[in-house]
Structure formats: structure tokens, C-alpha cells
């Protein structure tokens, strides 16, 4: 029992890794646009076929994880620009623009469908020589994503309170009106947070198939829930909520999928993810980040 | 006793007191002007009076029944009826079916009697057709019946508005600045209007910035500034005091 | 000859029981502004339970709950709680006053789980394998197989325009004003007296109730249900007919049921086929996702346009406003 219990921790934790970089993905792009972007997980399965296609043609492991997220970065910037800034730009508001990700991720996930023949595919990449760890039984290359989330979240937070460009996200995302009359290049702001939000997507969803060692048109769309849990029950615009929360996800599914069934632990994330939209105070009208013009 | 009572209202959003303990009393029939500088709360308080914010402290009294936690439908179905500082009228109705609406209320639009009590509710929609129409010809709009809320000007949307009101048969009718988006030249059909609705003995709370209507509307005004009170007297008294001419300008 | 009546009269019921959804959606949607992502879960449960208490016992052969052998009749009448009151249920925690775009989120997620649950608990409802062997209402009624479909066609486009009938003469009501009022101006409503909560919770459980009455008609047609009968993407098929047609109102829902469902999604059927098997049905998803995106672009109140209702003036006592052919929404 106790064994048990650590090691759904261990396991936990792993899951908890990778949820977290897409969360930091998802909450970099909620924060500014506040926009429940709910073709995220197509994004993440495209960049997860991109990384197994190149590792196809020699592309070695861990560069996939460029691969995938520079694949992730391009289509995410791809589709702000192209399809929801000129939904912005004919007066949808919230509600309509998560109607148009909707739209969004029918597309992409069914042409992935029908590109990917509707199979699903090894991505047996990568050693899984185990380690042990007291009872926790991990993979090396378990504990290196372990690692590559730890990493992500400094570089995150350096990026946002040391820098420059950070600092500008910080202030558009707070209040854009006053950053753009303080001079702040907002169009600039926005390009780079596509594209950070996007290479975290990527960089999740070749994450999420190194671990799963299989890739199919379903990938990211079954993650999906999790992460929008995770970054809104995290703070919008908060990398540091989104690792704390994807913490705890992580482990509760784990421990869920641990002592009652892999069914009940998908449950347990809906669950939790039904409870955090429900009960966030950034739910009553204003959203999350206070305001209700769409910034993009 | 007095028609609408509040004790020691405080409105509170986050940290900061937009309404900071306000006592005030409305006689059945009396109509009162909330005056003061921008950002002294009178919105919000009338806002804590329609219940369209929660009190953070103190009660608001109707004929005595406690009313400061009941949600504004509550309110509107024992006489508080408002407009709002953006004219509310239904947009995509006709000015007709905004006046039939609210002539039916939460009674007549209920599910029970729509279904079940089928003639009861055939006779008062032809009793509320009737009353609305006789309202509309009373404020000189019979006119615009069939225009869409959203086809009205902005001094046509506020008349909608108070007739809609109206409709209700309210003891008291918060009006949150009434002139604001209407046209200078309806100005004065508005302000006799409101005067006759004062005159049929409705009591009025209006917050207004255009003081002459104020003057014109209202046996008795409040000053706001902050949050509190700071004078309370008719117009001419109050308007003459030095705290007033220091909060305006200063 | 036969193979195509079996088509046609399958279509016809197939429309009929999508007309329910789309009424049931539009009165929620359009009246409620509650976006019902979740609403095959409401189809479903009527369609469960239609099932179970006609079945008989549970057996070795497939376990579900209650089971029972009763007429259809009362299976419908079944059904159509069931959905009604799973819909109070989950209306009863999910119509509080949050954005709607999470509002939506939740009851998808919701559908989601409820499949999720249903596989898992093979004893609710049988799994992932569901529930077969539902026996046709009426089978001891001489009619050649040809015949009781067509029948059977018959008797769910008369619900379906029953329902209908019923969905606009509410919608014209004052109860369908007061609701129409409160998706305007949800505050002003309110300070005119109207329970905005109560009101929107009742539209949500009447729409149940019609998700439900679709499910039992429908089962009691197919004679099987299971999960895949039910995946969320189903939802979105009505939610785009509806766009077309237009959303709020009624007529334009029937037409848009009419074009996508029916007319779109079968169509492929009878081209050549291309490519691998299923590539179609991945394409027309992609169809679906693409007129979606073109609706919300082009016209978000969809196809048909609404209708004005005039107001006329009779004699003052007799004041009736008086009611052309409207679209009332």
C-alpha cells in the first residue's frame, strides 16, 4: 500500500512534467488573450507526428524535441495570425472565439486523422532502462523529462522577470491598453507569444510521445483536459501555478489510476477540471484576466 | 414609517469602500437626488438599493421588510424597480413587447400558468396589451411600438426603459443618471415626464451630474463625496454650503 | 427498390429524432444561452433507459441496471424523464452565472466523463459493448418489414412536429418572452422581476426532456445503443445545423437540420470512394469543422433571418398585438 502509493507519486510526478510544459504553454497564451484555446491539443499532436516523422528520416531522439517544437511554434503563429486575429478583428468576443478553437480543432485533428491513416504509431525512440529510486521505478529518460520541465519552468520565469521582452508580456498581459499607450511594440508581444506558447506545445507533445512510445491522431486531444486544468487552476500568466497545479494533477491521477482504474483516473482529471472552471473566481464575468477585450 | 430605509449601507469591492456607510431615508411619494463628484459612490449605492451589488455591511429596508439580501428580482417584485446608466432596454424586442414583458412580470411569464392556467393567461395578456398601450400613449410613444429597442434613439431608449418600469406599478423607481445619451432637445419631454411619474406619487432616488434636472425633480438631495454623505437638505441648501462647493472643485 | 426504401424511411427517422436535438438545443441556446456541448449525454440517457425497460433482466449475456419488460409507450415516457431530470441535476450546479465559454467547456467535459464512466462500469450499462436486442414497439402489428419502417418514420416526424408545435407556442408565450428578455438583458430582466436562474434552469430541463424523447425513439428504432453511438463530436453535427439554419430560431433549425445531418453527411455516401476506408468520415469532419468556421465568419445568426412581431391596435379593450406566421425567437 505504501509502496503503491509512492510509486503512483513517482509516476506522478513524471506525468505531472509533462503536463506542466504544456500548461506553461497554455497559460503564457491564456494570460494575454484569455481565449480558452481549445485546439492547444491538436497543436500538441501535430508537433508530436512532426518529431516522429523526422525521427523517421534520422532525426535522432532527443532532437525531436526541436523539431516538435519549432513545428509547434510555426502552426501556433500560423493560426493566431491567420485565423483568430481576423475572428478578433470581426467583433467576436470570448465565448465566440473559444467556438472558433472548437472549429479549429475539428479540422486538425480529423485531417491529422486521415494524414496518420487513422492508426496509431510506436514511437519507441528512446532507452527505458529503469532506475529505482527506494520503490519508484523510472526510466532514465523519464527523469531527463523530469529535468527538461524543471528547465523549462527557470527559463520561463528568467524570461518573464529578467527581460526586457518579459517584462513587456507581463505588463500587456495585465492591462494591453496602457502597455500599447506606454510604447510597448504590442504586434511584437503578441508574435512572440504565439510563438513561445506554441514551442511549449510542440516541446509537450513530443515529451508526452516519449513517454508514451505511441502516437496517434488522438494524442493530444485526450491530454488536453489536464493541462487546461492545470494552467487555470495555476493563475493565468503564472508559470509557477501551472507547474504547482500540474503537480497536482499529475499525482492525483496517478494515485486515482493507482488504487482504482486507468478510466477512473481520466475521470478524476475531467473531475478536476469541472470543479476548477466551476469554482474560480476569474469565472464570473471579466474572465480570468479582468478583462474582456481579446487582445491578439 | 419611512418607504425605503437604509442603515449604515457599505459597499465593498475588493479593498476598496466605494460606499462607505450611508444611513438614508425615502418617504412613500418623495423624490431624492443623489448628487456629488464622480467616484463618490452614488452609483454604487444605488446599485446596493436595486441589489444589483452585495452588501458588504449594513440593511436596506422596504416598508419595513428587510430587502439587503434579496437578489434584484426579489426587490423588483416588492416595488424597487431601476434603469441603468446604459439604457437597458431590450434590444432585439419591440418597444411594445419590452413594456408587454415587464407588464407580465415573473407571474405571468411563469411556466405554471403559461401551460396550465391557459385562459387566465390569454385574458391578461390582452389586460397587459392594453395597459402598455395606454402608457405608451400617455408618454406620447405609441409611435415607435414596433421598433426594435435597438432602432430607438438614445432619449427614445430611456423613455422605453421608465416605462417599462412603469409597467411594474413600482413603489419606488431608481433612475442611475436618466439623461445621460439623450438628446438635448428630449431633455425637457423627459424631465416632464418624470415629473408626472413623481406626481402619480411613485417615489424617485435619481443620481444625476445634470444638476438642473435635479433641481427641477427633487424635493430633497443627497451630497456624496467618498463614499459618505455630506450634506442632505433641498437643493438650494445644499448647493450653497461650502463642504459641497469644496468637494466639487476640489 | 427495397434497399433504397430502407435508406430513405432510416433517413426520415434519422431526420426526425435530429429535429428534436436541434429544438431542444435552439430552446436552450437561443433562449437560455446555455451552450449544451453536452447534449448527447442527454440523448443517450433517454436512449438507455428506453432500452433497459424493455429488455427485460439483466443477464449473463449483457448486465445493466434496473431492467424491467414494459410497453414502449411508457419507455418513452421514461426516457423523456430521464433526460429531464439528469438535466436538473447537472443544470442545478453548472447555469450559475460563469462565462460561458467555461460554461460550455463544462458540460463537454461532463458528456465526456459520462463516457468515460459508462465504459469503465461495465454493470451501469454494459461497457463499451452496450445494450442489444431492443425489441420494436408494436412487432405483433402485421406490417412487412418495408411497412414498419415507414410506419416508424411516420410516428417520429408526427413527435418531431408535436415537439415543434409545442417549442413555438411556448416561444410565443409569455414565458418565451420573459426568456428572450433575460438573453437580452440579463440585468434589466432581473430588475423587472424575472428569476433568471429558475427560467434558465427550466429551459435546460425541458430541452433534457426532448434530448431524452430523442434517445427513446431512437433506440427503439436501431435496437442497440453504445458509447459509440454517443461520442461528444455528435453534438457539434446539431450545434453546425443550427448555425446554418439560425440560431433562436425554430423554422431555420429544421432547415438546418434538413442540410447538414441528412443532406451534407450522407451525401459522401454516394460518391466514389476514395482514398482508404473511413478516409471519408475523417474528411467529413473536416467538412463539419470548416462550415462551422464559415458560419461563425459569415453569419453568426445563421441562414434564415428572424421576424419582427408587430404590435397592432385594435379597440383599447380588446388590445391583442396581433401575431403574423412568426418566427418567434
Not at chain 1, 516538435?68 to 478578433?88: D, E, N, S
Not at chain 3, 429535429?19 to 433517454?46: D, E, P, T
Amino acid at each position: 500500500m505504501g509502496s503503491t502509493l509512492v510509486s503512483a507519486i513517482g509516476f506522478g510526478v513524471v506525468l505531472a512534467s509533462i503536463i506542466a510544459i504544456a500548461a506553461m504553454g497554455f497559460t503564457i497564451q491564456f494570460g494575454l488573450t484569455n481565449v480558452l484555446n481549445l485546439s492547444f491539443g491538436a497543436v500538441m499532436t501535430f508537433a508530436a507526428f512532426a518529431a516522429y516523422l523526422a525521427n523517421r528520416h534520422g532525426v535522432g531522439g532527443w532532437s525531436g524535441l526541436g523539431v516538435g517544437g519549432a513545428a509547434g511554434a510555426a502552426l501556433t503563429l500560423a493560426l493566431g495570425r491567420g485565423v483568430f486575429r481576423p475572428y478578433a478583428r470581426r467583433g467576436a468576443h470570448l465565448f465566440e472565439m473559444m467556438m472558433v478553437t472548437l472549429g479549429l480543432s475539428l479540422i486538425v485533428n480529423y485531417a491529422i486523422q486521415a494524414l496518420s491513416h487513422n492508426n496509431i504509431y510506436q514511437f519507441v525512440v528512446l532507452p527505458s532502462t529503469p532506475l529505482h529510486l527506494g520503490s519508484i521505478l523510472i526510466t532514465h529518460t523519464q527523469l531527463i523529462i523530469v529535468f527538461i520541465a524543471i528547465g523549462v519552468l527557470i527559463a520561463l520565469i528568467s524570461l518573464l522577470q529578467l527581460t526586457k521582452v518579459g517584462k513587456a508580456l507581463r505588463a500587456m498581459a495585465a492591462d494591453p491598453d496602457l502597455a500599447r499607450a506606454c510604447g510597448i511594440r504590442t504586434g511584437r508581444i503578441v508574435v512572440l507569444t504565439w510563438l513561445l506558447s506554441g514551442f511549449l506545445c510542440g516541446l509537450a507533445g513530443v515529451v508526452y510521445i516519449i513517454n508514451a512510445q505511441s502516437v496517434g491522431y488522438t494524442t493530444g486531444q485526450l491530454f488536453l483536459p489536464l493541462v487546461v486544468a492545470a494552467a487555470i487552476l495555476g493563475g493565468a500568466g503564472s508559470p509557477l501555478g501551472a507547474v504547482a497545479a500540474s503537480l497536482m494533477m499529475g499525482i492525483v491521477t496517478e494515485i486515482v489510476a493507482a488504487f482504482g482504474s486507468e478510466a477512473y483516473s481520466t475521470v478524476a482529471g475531467f473531475g478536476i477540471l469541472v470543479v476548477v472552471l466551476l469554482s474560480r473566481p476569474g469565472a464570473v464575468r471579466g474572465g480570468e484576466t479582468g478583462h474582456t477585450q481579446l487582445t491578439l | 414609517m419611512s418607504l425605503l430605509a437604509a442603515h449604515d449601507v457599505v459597499v465593498a469591492y475588493g479593498g476598496v469602500r466605494a460606499v462607505n456607510g450611508v444611513s438614508l431615508e425615502l418617504a412613500a411619494g418623495e423624490s431624492l437626488g443623489l448628487i456629488g463628484p464622480n467616484g463618490a459612490g452614488k452609483s454604487s449605492f444605488l446599485a446596493a438599493l436595486g441589489g444589483q451589488v452585495r452588501l458588504t455591511a449594513g440593511s436596506i429596508a422596504l416598508d419595513g421588510e428587510e430587502v439587503g439580501g434579496m437578489p434584484p428580482y426579489k426587490r423588483a417584485r416588492r416595488g424597487i424597480t431601476r434603469t441603468f446608466q446604459m439604457t437597458s432596454e431590450f434590444a432585439k424586442m419591440t418597444a411594445f413587447e419590452n413594456l408587454v414583458t415587464a407588464g407580465h412580470g415573473a407571474e405571468g411569464a411563469s411556466l405554471r400558468n403559461v401551460v396550465v392556467r391557459r385562459r387566465r393567461t390569454r385574458a391578461a395578456e390582452r389586460a397587459v396589451a392594453a395597459r402598455a398601450w395606454s402608457v405608451l400613449d400617455r408618454f406620447e410613444m405609441a409611435h415607435v411600438a414596433d421598433l426594435y429597442g435597438a432602432e430607438l434613439s438614445g432619449g427614445q431608449r430611456r423613455l422605453v426603459e421608465i416605462m417599462r418600469c412603469l409597467m411594474r406599478e413600482p413603489k419606488v423607481l431608481l433612475l442611475d443618471e436618466p439623461m445621460v445619451g439623450v438628446a438635448p432637445h428630449l431633455v425637457d419631454k423627459l424631465l416632464a415626464d418624470l415629473r408626472s411619474i413623481r406626481d402619480d406619487g411613485i417615489a424617485l432616488v435619481i443620481v444625476e451630474h445634470a444638476l438642473e434636472v435635479v433641481q427641477e425633480l427633487c424635493e430633497r438631495v443627497v451630497v456624496m463625496a467618498l463614499g459618505r454623505p455630506i450634506a442632505a437638505g433641498t437643493f438650494d441648501e445644499v448647493v450653497s454650503e461650502p463642504e459641497v462647493q469644496a468637494a466639487y472643485v476640489g | 427498390m427495397t434497399a433504397w426504401s430502407y435508406y430513405i424511411a432510416t433517413l426520415t427517422v434519422y431526420f426526425g429524432v435530429n429535429v428534436l436535438s436541434a429544438l431542444s438545443l435552439n430552446l436552450q441556446f437561443g433562449f437560455a444561452g446555455v451552450v449544451n456541448f453536452g447534449y448527447i449525454l442527454f440523448q443517450a440517457v433517454g436512449a438507455y433507459i428506453a432500452a433497459v425497460v424493455v429488455l427485460g433482466p439483466s443477464s449473463a449475456f449483457q448486465q445493466y441496471v434496473f431492467g424491467a419488460r414494459l410497453p414502449f409507450g411508457v419507455a418513452l415516457l421514461l426516457a423523456t424523464l430521464a433526460g429531464a431530470v439528469l438535466s436538473l441535476l447537472i443544470g442545478l450546479f453548472s447555469l450559475r452565472n460563469i462565462r460561458r465559454d467555461y460554461q460550455a467547456a463544462i458540460l463537454l467535459i461532463i458528456s465526456l466523463m459520462a463516457t468515460q464512466v459508462v465504459q469503465g462500469y461495465v454493470p451501469l450499462f454494459n461497457g463499451s459493448n452496450g445494450v442489444t436486442g431492443v425489441p420494436r414497439p408494436l412487432s405483433s402489428v402485421p406490417l412487412s418489414l418495408q411497412g414498419y419502417q415507414w410506419a416508424y418514420a411516420g410516428w417520429v416526424l408526427l413527435v418531431a412536429a408535436l415537439a415543434y408545435a409545442l417549442v413555438t407556442w411556448l416561444s410565443r408565450s409569455p414565458w418565451g418572452r420573459a426568456l428572450r428578455a433575460l438573453r437580452d438583458q440579463e440585468d434589466a430582466a432581473a430588475a423587472i422581476g424575472l428569476n433568471v436562474t429558475a427560467l434558465r434552469l427550466q429551459v435546460f430541463v425541458i430541452g433534457g426532456a426532448l434530448a431524452g424523447l430523442s434517445g427513446g425513439l431512437l433506440v427503439e428504432y436501431i435496437g442497440a445503443w453504445s458509447p459509440d453511438a454517443w461520442g461528444y463530436a455528435e453534438t457539434f453535427v446539431i450545434f453546425t445545423a443550427l448555425f446554418v439554419g439560425g440560431i433562436g430560431n425554430y423554422r431555420g433549425a429544421v432547415l438546418g437540420v434538413l442540410l447538414v445531418p441528412i443532406i451534407f453527411l450522407e451525401l459522401p455516401r454516394f460518391l466514389p470512394q476514395v482514398g482508404y476506408p473511413g478516409l471519408m468520415d475523417s474528411m467529413e469532419w473536416i467538412a463539419i469543422g470548416a462550415i462551422w468556421m464559415l458560419c461563425l465568419y459569415i453569419r453568426p445568426q445563421g441562414i434564415v433571418p428572424e421576424r419582427r412581431n408587430r404590435a397592432a391596435r385594435t379597440a383599447a379593450a380588446d388590445a391583442r398585438p396581433a401575431r403574423e406566421s412568426v418566427e418567434v425567437a
